[in-house]
């Protein structure tokens, strides 16, 4: 038994001051405080208050989309090379993420979700995360395409998108072994509706975005089994107030949550500050969108079959004159700490967007919380947000 002390901790739906975290075999068996409950004499203690008096427990963030950093885009990525990744991930507090395509080619998609797939699966093991640095968990993909709008295509190849229909999602299904969590999908182009209902019917995350939808669109997606929304804001139809489009829909539905991209410079900070009053602390997620050049010096970099520049923070596509953004450098723990200088929410709010919001969303009940039976994935933070440590199903 490992027992993990602190200033205080965050479950994230309350606080517990003077917290005793008991793990037993990578899971939560029980939390209390110091005043409830005695560390038995065998259990191994990890007091995180002798080197950092105010040290706070959190879950272990999970960014439902992100394709990449260090250097290593998950299309292209080997097992090696994932590994690499996750353990950058953990610097930053990520404990489970979605790898996200984008468009491509349809066999090399299929290629390399049956990669990904692999690394799910290496993941599964029950020693799987400890060593000597933890590893973040590949826990699903996000398919952020192709079937997006050619008008609010963001960076995705014009090519590489197509129409929905239930054969080619069954394609992508079957290249992922099941693992696909979570989709992207535009709901107004022909044959969505379909292609969203069978999706949810499979317990996947529909996701609109990258759409031009009108209101009444986006609210039969919803109808048909849509229950969030891709980067809120970006590369999708702007609000208007006879004609709100799908930003009437991902910003007012109940039967919503939804996802922003919290660097300040996808979105404003007040916008930013907008959407987390709209969607409150229930329905506000974070993701980061990284590319494979977050935590890289400015350079050149993929994005799937992309190439991107990072200069000063933007992360634009290489050689077009008009800098159209294409995902960003944004870490998690920087998104967390965003939200709380962008708006009036405290620490505990902002670690719920990065936790239990995105994991309630996507249906992963192990993930995101600090509750017995839950996976041991702890993040230490500083009141200011910054990471201490990191630890993956208990190491």
């Not at 996750?86 to 468009?103: C, D, M, Q, R, S």
């Not at 129409?163 to 992508?172: A, G």
């Not at 970099?301 to 944004?330: F, M, W």
Request: charged residues 20%; glycine residues 8%; negative net charge.
């Amino acid at each position: 038994m490992i027992v993990l002390c602190a200033h205080r901790l965050y479950t994230p739906r309350e606080e517990i001051l003077n917290p005793l975290l008991f793990i037993e075999d990578g899971r939560i068996s029980s939390v209390s405080s110091r005043t409830e409950r005695e560390i038995p004499a065998q259990a191994t203690v990890l007091d995180f208050t002798r080197d950092f008096p105010d040290a706070i427990l959190a879950p272990g963030f999970v960014d439902i989309h992100m394709h990449g950093g260090a250097g290593v885009d998950v299309m292209r990525a080997s097992l090696a090379e994932l590994q690499h990744l996750n353990k950058f991930l953990t610097t930053h507090g990520v404990t489970g993420y979605f790898p996200t395509t984008v468009a491509a080619p349809l066999d090399q998609t299929c290629t390399a979700l049956e990669r990904i797939a692999d690394a799910i699966e290496a993941a599964q093991g029950p020693r799987a995360g400890n060593g000597d640095q933890a590893q973040a968990l590949p826990l699903g993909i996000h398919l952020e395409g192709p079937f997006l709008s050619h008008k609010r295509r963001g960076v995705h190849p014009p090519e590489n998108l197509i129409e929905p229909t239930l054969e080619i999602f069954e394609r992508l299904w079957q290249a992922a072994r099941g693992h696909v969590r979570m989709i992207t999908i535009a709901p107004e182009l022909p044959g969505a509706i379909e292609v969203i209902a069978e999706a949810a019917r499979r317990k996947i995350c529909v996701s609109i975005g990258h759409s031009d939808a009108t209101i009444k669109t986006a609210h039969a997606a919803v109808e048909a089994g849509a229950r969030h929304a891709t980067h809120t804001f970006n590369a999708m139809r702007p609000l208007d107030h006879r004609e709100p489009g799908i930003l009437g829909e991902a910003l007012t539905s109940e039967q919503l949550s939804a996802d922003i991209i919290a660097d300040g410079i996808h979105v404003a900070p007040e916008i930013v500050k907008l959407f987390l009053r709209a969607k409150g602390v229930e329905r506000a997620v974070l993701i980061t969108d990284a590319t494979a050049a977050a935590g890289m010096p400015d350079g050149t970099y993929q994005l799937g079959p992309i190439q991107v520049e990072v200069k000063n923070g933007r992360c634009t596509v290489h050689g077009e004159p008009d800098g159209k953004l294409a995902g960003s450098v944004l870490t998690m723990d920087r998104a967390v700490r965003n939200v709380t200088r962008f708006s009036h929410w405290s620490l505990r709010d902002a670690v719920r967007a990065a936790t239990l919001n995105p994991t309630a969303a996507t249906g992963l009940r192990q993930h995101g919380q600090i509750t017995a039976g839950a996976e041991a994935n702890i993040v230490v933070l500083s009141p200011n947000g910054e990471i201490r440590r990191t630890m993956v199903r208990g190491g």
